[in-house]
């Protein structure tokens, strides 16, 4: 039971990263609404320029975040300054001007790109030490702490926001100040952290990372690309139910089934071993067979079509559980653990390629009809979950330097 149990760090810094999604996500929900609102009064072309500012400044942040704490600070102590900073940012947000608003959002990107990166890195160390085939379980239960996390915030700040901005803002920063202390305080990595798969040659660990990468990155073109569809179906089937609030319809119902997924998922892994890629394959297999179902619903909903969306909804967020977790827990186990937070922050740069490519197929992709781009976003995912078995296969070998024997001989 207890190789098969996640650490108590593990878990405590799960559950700092869910406050720490829950602020930010939280913010990125009302500050738009703040800035069009009648104290900044920006126009709407204003405010959502600079939200892309502070989205694509995150990013960079996470890498200045990485380099420091591997290199030159220490990955707790620079928790500690990003998350006092982004606290600070939160609570400068309650002065009311143009000014606050700029200062509060450098404080803010350049906190969270300091806490994540680190607060990752060390929470995948955890596992480097002396759990290694519990990497995939580990990360999923990090993602469920995200999933968990940016529910709840979005929800909470979105209500209490609703009353009073400042009310909203004072809410996110506890809840950074509250990640933090977890973080900090919890007890340092024990043990000699090593390179667990060095007997593997570079170029199949490139082949690895660059496979993940590329995978992952091309379930969220798909998903990101087919949202708007997606979202039109959902509100046809829904037009006319007085069941279910209309603040609920407006949230992608995926997001609900998610963290039903991540939670049956993150058990299953811990005592269930499957390879890493074979988890990619079922997600994308997963998800191609959501945008076949989509194609059963008539242009004219019927008293079948709330079924068969939530069946859709409910594979395509199965999808995302199966394979977002898993790229992070990869890239942990091919890196070298000294340089895990500047590696891990780096990933973030080809999914800025990937956002910027669903964004265009997005803008050419509105003269096709509903089921052409389903049709083709399920042979997309069909071809690459093809690929994705075959990795598995040629994976399973290097997989097993990690296993017990007993683990070993039950896979054989």
């Known amino acids: 039971m207890q190789n098969n149990s996640h650490s108590k760090p593990a878990l405590i810094y799960a559950i700092a990263y869910c406050f720490e999604r829950a602020s930010y996500y939280g913010i990125r929900t009302v500050i738009v609404l ?9 126009s709407n072309h204003e405010a959502m320029g600079t939200f892309g500012w502070f989205s694509l400044f995150i990013v960079f942040s996470k890498i200045l975040g990485g380099l420091l704490g591997d290199l030159l600070v220490g990955n707790k102590k620079v928790m500690l300054i990003g998350g006092t900073l982004q606290t600070l940012g939160c609570f400068i947000l309650c002065i009311q001007s143009l000014t606050s608003l700029y200062i509060g959002f450098g404080l803010i990107i350049l906190g969270s790109g300091l806490f994540t990166s680190n ?46 901005f400042n009310y909203g803002f004072i809410v996110a920063g506890m809840l950074i100040m509250l990640a933090t202390v977890l973080a900090v305080f919890t007890n340092k990595n024990q043990g000699v952290l090593s390179s667990n798969y060095k007997n593997i040659s570079i170029n199949k660990k490139l082949l690895y990372i660059i496979a993940v990468i590329i995978t992952s990155g091309i379930f969220w073109i798909v998903y990101q690309s087919t949202y708007f569809e997606v979202y039109t179906i959902q509100e046809k089937v829904f037009d006319g139910i007085d069941l279910i609030p209309e603040i609920y319809l407006k949230t992608e119902l995926s997001s609900y089934f998610g963290i039903i997924v991540i939670s049956i998922l993150a058990l299953v892994w811990t005592y269930i071993y499957t390879n890493s890629f074979f988890k990619i394959f079922l997600g994308l ?37 199966l394979i977002s977790p898993i790229l992070y827990s990869v890239i942990a186990k ?72 007993e683990a070993e001989e039950f896979l054989s």
């Open 285 to 321: 297999i997963a998800s191609a067979l959501s945008f076949i179902i989509l194609l059963f619903i008539p242009e004219t909903p019927n008293s079948l079509s709330l079924i068969i969306f939530m069946l859709s909804a409910f594979l395509l967020s199965a999808g995302e559980m």
């Open 334 to 405: 091919l890196s070298n653990p000294k340089y895990l937070a500047i590696i891990l922050s780096l990933i973030t740069i080809p999914y800025m390629l990937f956002n910027n490519i669903s964004g265009i197929i997005t803008a050419y992709s509105n003269e096709i009809s509903y089921n052409t781009i389903f049709l083709i976003s399920a042979f997309i995912l069909l071809v690459f979950g093809v690929i994705a078995y075959v990795l598995s296969l040629i994976y399973k070998k290097d997989d097993r330097i990690h296993l017990s024997k």
């Open 34 to 42: 703040y800035m069009v609102g009648e104290t900044l009064k920006m």
């Open 119 to 164: 607060a990752i890195a060390e929470f995948g160390k955890q596992y480097l030490i002396n759990k290694p085939k519990l990497l995939d379980a580990g990360f999923t239960l990090l993602h469920l702490g995200i999933t968990i996390g940016s529910f709840i915030g979005i929800i909470i700040l979105g209500y209490v926001a609703e009353s009073n």
